[in-house]
């Protein structure tokens, strides 16, 4: 299982360098997700509160 690719690297070196990319988008994509829960906690919160003090 030693092949080479067309581009002269093992696979060994390809497979890590697509889990390489693959963790760095998932790093992201999780980012971005507490980054909107954060926004989204926020503004539930605003809202709650608004609609508490008019009863």
């Known amino acids: 299982m030693t092949q080479k690719t067309s581009s002269g690297k093992s696979t060994a070196t390809a497979r890590e360098d697509r889990l390489k990319a693959a963790l760095k988008a998932n790093m992201a994509k999780r980012k971005a997700q507490?980054?909107?829960?954060?926004?989204?906690?926020?503004?539930?919160a605003k809202d709650n509160k608004n609609t508490n003090e008019g009863s």
């Open 34 to 44: 507490a980054k909107a829960r954060a926004t989204g906690a926020t503004d539930e």
